[in-house]
């Protein structure tokens, strides 16, 4: 008899990598990785947040990158203004042709340093987009990707800041 039942991980996402700022007219890349179980459920991406309901930020070119056989295949994507049922308005972008890979199965016991890191590179979901803001702050707006499966406790967000100034980096990290 076994008194610790092996407990069945949920389809959960997490940010692989997830840029630092959005930059005005520059494109903005960011990947998710699987962090529970599988699911041929599909994701969805939104951006969210006050600087976007009034308008004042906007997304255009949502690209999904999906990687076949070793190569990288470009896929545009809409990602249109809707209006959620408390009337605020956020960009929503849905792809139910997503697998989401088993976490658990992503680096097998006695695989080589090259075949694990190929692994993780090929089961990561990468997507670029690109912002539209000619303010003079930096509003947030909020990244959020979910597996349909579980939207609730499988989603990984992120709050960034939005910029007009293309040479944020050469200002701000000196």
């Known amino acids: 008899m076994r008194l610790f039942a092996k407990k069945e991980l949920p389809v959960k996402l997490d940010f ?7 930059i005005n007219g520059l494109r903005f890349s960011f990947s998710v990785e699987s962090s529970g179980k599988e699911s041929s459920k599909g994701l969805c991406v939104s951006f969210s947040g006050a600087a976007i309901d009034s308008g004042e930020v ?33 960009y929503q972008a849905k ?3 997503i697998r989401i ?14 075949d694990a890191l190929s ?43 939005v910029t007009a100034d293309q040479d944020w980096f050469e200002h701000n990290l000196k």
């Not at 976490?103 to 340093?113: E, F, H, L, V, Y």
Request: contains cysteine; charged residues 25%.
């Open 101 to 114: 890979s088993d976490a658990s199965k992503r680096i097998a016991d006695g695989q080589t340093i090259e």
């Open 16 to 22: 692989s990598a997830c840029g630092k700022i959005l």
């Open 119 to 161: 692994s993780i590179i090929r089961n990561d979901i990468q997507f670029k987009v690109t912002p539209h803001y000619t303010g003079d702050g930096e509003p947030e707006v909020m990244l959020n990707v979910y597996p349909y499966e579980n939207a609730l406790t499988g989603s990984c967000t992120q709050w960034l800041k």
């Open 95 to 97: 792809f139910r042709n």
């Open 58 to 90: 906007t997304f255009s070119q949502l690209e999904y990158l999906e990687n076949k056989n070793g190569k990288i295949i470009p896929h545009k994507a809409d990602m249109p203004l809707v209006t959620k049922n408390d009337g605020k308005r956020i």
